[in-house]
C-alpha cells in the first residue's frame, strides 16, 4: 500500500509539472476568435463564465502560420536567443574548463587567493556586478551588438569554481 502511495504521489507530481506545457501546446491551435472568446477576462480570474479549456473547439495552424509566416521577426528574434545562448555556453564551457584544470593541477603564485576572489564573486548578488560589466562593455564601444549580452556571460565563477572541484 505504501509503495502505490508513493506512486500516486510521483504522478501528482509528474502532472503537475507536464499538465502546463501541455495546456499550452493544446491552446496553441485555437484560433484567435475563439481564443478571445474564452480568454479575453482572464485577468478577473476562472469563473463558471471563464473556465478554463482544455481542447478547442475547432483546429487551426492560423496561430503557427502567424509567428512562422506572417511575421517572421518572432522566428528571427528565436534564433537570436539561441545564437546568443549558444555562444554563453560555449564560452563558459571554455572558461570554466581551463580555469578550473588551472586551479586544480597548477601551483602557481597567489592561486589560493585567487580562487579567494572567485569565491567572494560568487557569493555577490548579479546586482553589484552589473554597473562594473556596463562600463566595461562601454569602454570597448560594444555597447548594443550581440557581444555586449555575450561576453559579461561567458565568464561565470561557479563554472570555474565547479570544474576546479570536479578536477
Known amino acids: 500500500?505504501?509503495?502505490?502511495?508513493?506512486?500516486?504521489?510521483?504522478?501528482?507530481?509528474?502532472?503537475?509539472?507536464?499538465?502546463?506545457?501541455f495546456y499550452t501546446f493544446v491552446n496553441s491551435f485555437m484560433g484567435a476568435g475563439e481564443f478571445n472568446r474564452y480568454y479575453s477576462a482572464l485577468s478577473v480570474g476562472v469563473t463558471r463564465h471563464n473556465p478554463l479549456r482544455i481542447i478547442p473547439d475547432?483546429?487551426?495552424?492560423e496561430g503557427y502560420r502567424e509567428v512562422f509566416i506572417?511575421?517572421?521577426?518572432?522566428?528571427?528574434?528565436?534564433?537570436?536567443?539561441m545564437f546568443i545562448s549558444g555562444s554563453i555556453l560555449i564560452g563558459q564551457?571554455?572558461?570554466?574548463?581551463?580555469?578550473?584544470?588551472?586551479?586544480?593541477?597548477?601551483r602557481f603564485?597567489?592561486?589560493s587567493i585567487l580562487f579567494f576572489v572567485i569565491v567572494l564573486i560568487m557569493m555577490m548578488p548579479l546586482q553589484v556586478t552589473l554597473v562594473p560589466n556596463f562600463i566595461i562593455v562601454e569602454a570597448l564601444n560594444i555597447n548594443g551588438t550581440f557581444a555586449a549580452l555575450i561576453l559579461p556571460g561567458m565568464f561565470s565563477a561557479f563554472g570555474v569554481f565547479l570544474m576546479r572541484q570536479v578536477m
Open 1 to 21: 500500500m505504501r509503495q502505490y502511495a508513493k506512486y500516486l504521489f510521483l504522478f501528482a507530481l509528474v502532472f503537475a509539472a507536464l499538465f502546463p506545457l
Open 70 to 81: 506572417s511575421r517572421p521577426h518572432y522566428l528571427m528574434r528565436f534564433w537570436s536567443s
Open 93 to 106: 564551457l571554455v572558461v570554466a574548463v581551463l580555469g578550473g584544470y588551472a586551479f586544480a593541477r597548477f
Open 58 to 61: 475547432w483546429i487551426t495552424l
Open 109 to 111: 603564485p597567489g592561486r
